[in-house]
């Protein structure tokens, strides 16, 4: 959808790029899905920069993106995970047990 859009709307100097955040420490987002503390320092250590993110390194991200220094750039997605999704296989059995919500057709 980013890439769709920036397209559409570049004609119009606007430009459109996303942010995809890995696990970012204090944040109710790992206090929901960050699973076990054990499985999560697991994950971590395995990761390329060895720590979470924190909410600082996603605004920078995000400013950087807003700012003019990146007036060129429209259409990205800016990974900010520290190289995670280098890095982890795909763990099929892990979302298929995670079922927050009921859906009912």
Not at 35 to 61: D, F, M, Y
Request: glycine share 10%; net charge positive.
């Amino acid at each position: 959808m980013t890439r769709h859009l920036a397209v559409e709307w570049g004609p119009q100097n606007i430009r459109v790029n996303s942010l995809a955040p890995g696990p970012i420490s204090g944040t109710e987002g790992l206090r929901r899905l960050g699973g076990p503390q054990a499985s999560l320092s697991t994950r971590v250590a395995v990761s390329p920069l060895q720590r979470l993110g924190n909410k600082t390194e996603i605004a920078h991200c995000v400013l950087y993106l807003a700012s003019p220094l990146a007036s060129c750039v429209t259409g990205a997605t800016l990974v900010a995970d520290g190289g995670s999704w280098l890095t982890f296989p795909n763990n099929v059995k892990g979302l298929a047990d995670f079922a927050p919500f009921s859906a009912k057709l």
